[in-house]
């Protein structure tokens, strides 16, 4: 894991009262899971169950299906035990579509932000809903077989899509799904 500093904001309101005000409306939130394995301190489950079951309850309360989904911005903080149980976590979630949903781990640009990691990725999922220009997972450059996702690998990737979710771990076994739909 590389450390990285930032900060990001996500103003989040009534989507009524964002169209009473003309504001401009990037992306609606329409799912939202959580989950709290408390596995061990700074590991996750190796099995991938908590983040597993956030992404499941996010799409739950989103109400759509694991194939509706177009792309997957990935916790991705590039340890093996936390990769390799978000891998796992996919591939239980969506199951044969795992290799037709392109995934980034976009902390491969900026690191590991800390507090700020979840909002920037929401930021990241939000304006590639709205460009279409999903960004890459940088220096990736050993495909590793056991995990076995579609990875936007090094370069950009123009993708039209209406639906991303985004993916965080935490210290603690914290595990947040969120589910953004393009307006």
Not at 165 to 178: E, K, V, Y
């Amino acid at each position: 894991m590389i450390a990285g500093e930032g900060a990001a904001f996500v103003i989040v309101e009534e989507i009524e009262h964002a169209r009473k005000r003309d504001a401009k409306i990037y992306a609606e939130i329409t799912g939202y899971g959580n989950t709290s394995s408390a596995y061990h301190i700074y590991n996750p489950d190796p099995s991938g169950n908590g983040i597993a079951r956030a992404a499941i309850r996010a799409l739950q309360d989103a109400e759509v299906r694991p194939e509706d989904i177009g792309w997957i911005c990935a916790d991705g903080i590039s340890t093996r035990d936390s990769d390799r149980a978000e891998a796992f976590a996919l591939k239980t979630v969506f199951q044969d579509n795992v290799l037709s949903i392109p995934v980034s781990a976009t902390k491969s640009m900026s690191g590991h932000m800390g507090s700020a990691a979840g909002a920037a990725e929401s930021v990241y999922s939000v304006m590639a809903l709205n460009s279409g220009i999903l960004p890459p997972t940088i220096n990736y450059n050993s495909k590793d077989n056991e995990f076995s996702l579609n990875i936007v690998a090094n370069t950009p990737l123009e993708k039209k899509f209406n639906t991303a979710m985004n993916l965080n771990q935490g210290i603690g076994g914290q595990s947040t799904a969120l589910i953004f739909k393009k307006i």
